[in-house]
C-alpha cells in the first residue's frame, strides 16, 4: 500500500512539473521569440533563464538535484560537446553552463509550434537524419558557421535518448565534424535517464551526476580515433557513476 501511495505522490509531482513546464514555454516563448528579430545574443540569454525556470521546477516539484563535476575544464572558446543522451534533463541543463550554444537536432522539431520556432530562431542545427552523408555535410557546414559565431555545439553522439545501462552505440558524426573542423571535444558524462527515464512519465527524486571531462584535442587524428577517444572516456564515468536498479521502474 505504502509503495501504490509512493508512486501516486510520483505521479502528482510529475504531473505539476508538466503543468509548470507547458506554462513556462508559452510564457517564455513570446519574449525569446520577439527579442530574436533584433538581437540574437539577448534571445539566446533568454533561452537560458527559459531552461533555468524549468529546472527549477524540476527542482522543487520532483525533487530532483544535481551536482557537477569538471566544471573547470569548460573551456572560454567555442567547442564541440559530445554528451550521454538519457534523457531530457540534459537538454535543459548543458546549455546553463556554457556562454553560447546551440544542439545539433532532427529538423522535424522545428515545426512544432512555439517550441519548434524557438529553436529553429536560436539557430540550432537542424538535419533530416534520412539524408545520409548530406546530413553530415551539413553539421560540418553549419558547425562551421556557428563556430565563426563564437558558439559551441552540442551533439549527442549515440543520436537518441538511450535506457540506463545499455549497450552504447556511438555515430561517427561528431567524429567527423571534429576531424574536419579540428575543434576541440568536451565530453560529457551524466546518469539523467536514473531519475528522469526516456519515454517515462514519472520523475523519481536524487541527485544527477553531470561530468565535464578534459578537453580532447582532436587536430590530425581522424573521425574514429576521435569517436573511440570520447566514447571511452565517457563510457568509463558512466561505469563510475551508474546504478541499473536504483528505481522499480
Known sequence: MKTEHNRLLLVLRSTLFWLWSIANTLLMAIPVLGTRIFSFELSARLSVVWLKINLFGLRHFCGITWRVEGAENIPDYPC???AKH?????????????TRIVYVAKKSLAYI???????AALKFILIDRSSGRSAI????????QRFAEGISVIIFPEGTRVPVGAEPQYRIGGGMIAEKLGCDVLPVALNAGEFWPRHAYIKWPGEITVIFGPIIKTEGKVADQIMAETQDWIESRMAEITVTDRFPY
Open 80 to 82: 564541440l560537446v559530445m
Open 86 to 98: 538519457q534523457s531530457t534533463w540534459e537538454t535543459y541543463f548543458i546549455p546553463t553552463m556554457l
Open 113 to 119: 509550434p512555439i517550441f519548434g520556432w524557438a529553436i
Open 137 to 144: 555535410s551539413q553539421m560540418i557546414e553549419q558547425s562551421e
